[in-house]
C-alpha cells in the first residue's frame, strides 16, 4: 500500500511541488519515498511506498521498464499468475514490475487481467500518454484535478488542495453530505476535482483527456442466476471465497485479520487460519454493553487458535480523535465508525503491515435491514394513501418515518430510504435545512428494476466505495496499515451476483438471521451460537455519548450561527433537531453527527 501523486502538463506552467506530496502521503508510505520528473519538465510523478512484497529497493517507484514509468497505490494478487504465462525479463518480485510489462504486452487490454485492489498512474514516455486507474470496485483511492493548463492527481485531496489553493465548493455539495454521509463519485467537494470512478480509465495525452469504464458493475446484475439451490451454492461460494483469501494472502511480511465477531470477518479469519495457518486478530469493543462484541470476537478467536488483541473504546477516547476527522478524509465524511477504524488500525499496525477485512459481505448477502424495508415499502405503494396517514399519527418515530416514505411518488422510495435507513437527512429535511440546495441526488447508472435489488445496487455503486471503503483506507493508512478485502475479490464478486435471491433473503424473526448463505459456511467453522445470533453492525453508541461526553463537542461545531454563516443552513431547524434528540428521539443523533461534521470542516478548511 502507497500514495502516489503527479501531473501531466500541456503548457509551459511551474510545476507543482512533488516534495510536498511526498511530505503529505507519508504515511501512506514511511519505507521509501521517490520521485520523477520527464527531461521536459511536463510529467512528474511522486511514490510513497509501504513495502509489503519484495522488500527490496530494486522494487521502489516510481518503477520503469522500456520507457514506461509507473506509480501504483494497491496489490495485485494474481500477478504471479500473470508472470508464470509470459517471458518477461523481470527483475524484481513485486507485482509493480508485473503491471508495467502487462501494460507491454497487452496495452489497455492488460487491465480487464488484473486482480486486485489498485490505483495508478502509467506513463509510457515513448508515446507522451498517461494512463490512470481505479480498481473494479473502489478499493483504493485516486483524485483528480483538470485545469487549463494541465491535470494532476493523488492518492489523497490534500495534496491537491495543496498545488491548487484556492478552490472552490460545488454548490450541491452541502446536500449530497447532508443527504448521503459522503459525496458520492466522480464528485468531490471542490469544483473541478473528482474521483476516478471504480473500474474507470482515464487517458491522458497532448491532445486532451477521455474517459472510459473498463469494468462496467452495472452489468454484474444482468448475469445469469446460475446458483439457486442451497447445497450447491454452498459449495461453489466456500471455494471461491477460499481462493480469494488464500490469494489475499500473499505477502512478504505477516498479515492479521480485523475481528468484529460478525458473520463477514469471522467467516474470513476461519478460511485465513485454515488456508495460512497461524494468524493474529484484532478487535475493538466498548464499554456499553449494548454495542460491544467483544465477547463474540474473543469467543471466535478462542475457538479458531488464534492470536487475538483487542482494545475498548470509550467517549473519553473517542473525542481525542474527533478534530482529526477532516485531515484524514479531507472533505466531510459522516460515518460515525471512522474512528473506531482508526484505532483498531492503530491497533494491528503495532504488530503487522497488512491485515484481511470482511467488507463487502453486507452488499453482496443483503446484510441491511434496508433491503427487507425496500421489498416491503414497493409492496405497500397501492394502499399508502390510507396506511401513510395512519402510520404518520404513530408515537414510534421510525413508524412516523416509513410513513414519510410511503408518501413519497412511486418512482423514488428506495433512493429515499437509502437515506432514511441510514439516519441520514432526506430531501425533504435537506430543503428545509438548505432552501437554496439543487434537485435531489440520483444514482447515474442503470438499476435493477425490483425495488430490493435496486437499493442492493445503490449500496454496491455508492454507500460501498464512497463511505465504507474510503473510511476504511483513511483510516488504515494513517497508521501505515494495509488493509486487503477478500470478499471484493472479483472472481468472487461475479460468482455472488449470481446467488439466487431467495438464497440471500433473512431467515426467522428473533433474531433475523441476515446473510444465510455465509453464516451456512462459518457453521462448518464454528458452533451454532457464535453463528446464529442478532447482527450488531460496527458503530457507537452516539446517542449515549451525544447526550454524555460528547455533547459540549456536538454543540460547538453545530452552532446555528456557525453553520448559517459557512453553508447557509436554517440555524431555527438545527435548534429544532437538538430540542427533538433531548425529548428523547434518539435517532436523529447521526443527523447532528453529520452537521458536527460540517462544523469541524470550517476549522480544517476555512471558507471552503
Known sequence: MCGLAGYFLWEEVAVPPLEEALRLLRHRGPDAQRLWRAPHGKVGLAHTRLSILDLSENAHQPFEAQGVWLVYNGEIYNFRQLAQQRSWPLRTRSDTEVI??????????????????????????????????????????????????????????????????????????????????????????????????????????????????????????????????????????????????????????????????????????????????????????????????????????????????????????????????????????????????????????????????????????????????AARLARLRDWWRWSSGLLGQMPSARLRRIAHLLRLPPAAPTEHIFSQEQNTFSWAEVQRLLPECSPPWRAEFALPSEARLRQVALDFLFYLPDDLLTKVDRASMQH?????????????????????????????????????????????????????????????????????????????YTQPTLLESAYGLRGREIAQLWHRFERGEAYLATRLWLLAQLGQFTAYAPGD
Open 480 to 556: 501505515s496499515l494495509e488493509v486487503r478485502v477478500p470478499l471484493l475479490d472479483k472472481r468472487f464478486v461475479t460468482l455472488s451476483w449470481q446467488v439466487a435471491s431467495a438464497l440471500k433473503r433473512p431467515k426467522g424473526y428473533f433474531p433475523v438471521q441476515y446473510k444465510p448463505l455465509l453464516r451456512a459456511i462459518l457453521l462448518d467453522y464454528l458452533p451454532l451460537a457464535l453463528v446464529k445470533r442478532r447482527k450488531w453492525g460496527f458503530t457507537l453508541p452516539l446517542a449515549q455519548w451525544l447526550r454524555g461526553p460528547l455533547a459540549e463537542w456536538a454543540r460547538t
Open 100 to 373: 508495467v510489462y502487462a501494460y507491454l504486452e497487452w496495452k489497455e487490454a492488460f487491465l480487464e487481467r488484473l486482480e486486485g485492489m489498485f490505483a495508478f498512474a502509467l506513463y509510457d514516455s515513448r508515446a507522451h500518454r498517461l494512463l490512470l486507474a481505479r480498481d473494479p470496485f473502489g478499493i483504493k483511492p485516486l483524485w483528480v484535478a483538470q485545469r487549463p493548463e494541465g491535470l494532476y492527481f493523488a492518492s489523497e485531496l490534500k495534496v491537491l488542495r495543496a498545488w491548487l489553493r484556492p478552490l472552490a465548493r460545488r454548490p450541491e455539495a452541502v446536500a449530497e453530505f447532508l443527504h448521503l454521509g459522503f459525496i458520492p463519485a466522480p464528485h468531490s467537494w471542490y469544483k473541478g476535482i473528482s474521483k476516478v470512478q471504480p473500474g474507470e480509465v482515464w487517458r491522458v495525452s497532448a491532445e486532451g483527456v477521455t474517459q472510459q469504464l473498463y469494468y462496467d458493475r452495472t452489468q454484474l446484475w444482468h448475469q445469469p442466476i446460475s446458483l439457486t439451490t442451497p447445497s450447491k451454492a454452498k459449495v461453489l461460494v466456500k471455494a471461491e471465497l477460499r481462493r480469494a483469501v488464500k490469494d489475499h494472502l500473499v505477502s512478504d511480511v505477516p498479515v492479521g485479520v480485523f475481528l468484529s465477531g460478525g458473520t463477514d470477518s469471522s467467516l474470513v479469519a476461519a478460511l485465513a487460519r485454515e488456508v495460512g495457518g497461524e494468524l493474529t486478530a484484532f478487535t475493538i469493543g466498548f464499554a456499553e454493553a449494548k454495542y460491544n462484541e467483544l465477547p463474540y470476537a474473543q469467543a471466535v478467536a478462542r475457538h479458531l487458535g488464534l492470536r487475538h488483541f483487542w482494545e475498548v473504546l470509550s467517549a473519553a477516547e473517542a473525542a481525542r480523535w474527533l478534530t482529526e476527522l477532516p485531515q484524514w478524509y479531507d472533505e466531510p465524511f459522516g460515518d460515525v465508525s471512522a474512528i473506531p477504524t482508526y484505532l483498531v488500525s492503530r491497533l494491528a499496525a503495532r504488530f503487522v503491515k497488512v491485515v484481511l477485512a470482511g467488507d463487502g459481505g453486507d452488499e453482496l448477502y443483503w446484510g441491511y435491514g434496508r433491503y427487507r424495508w
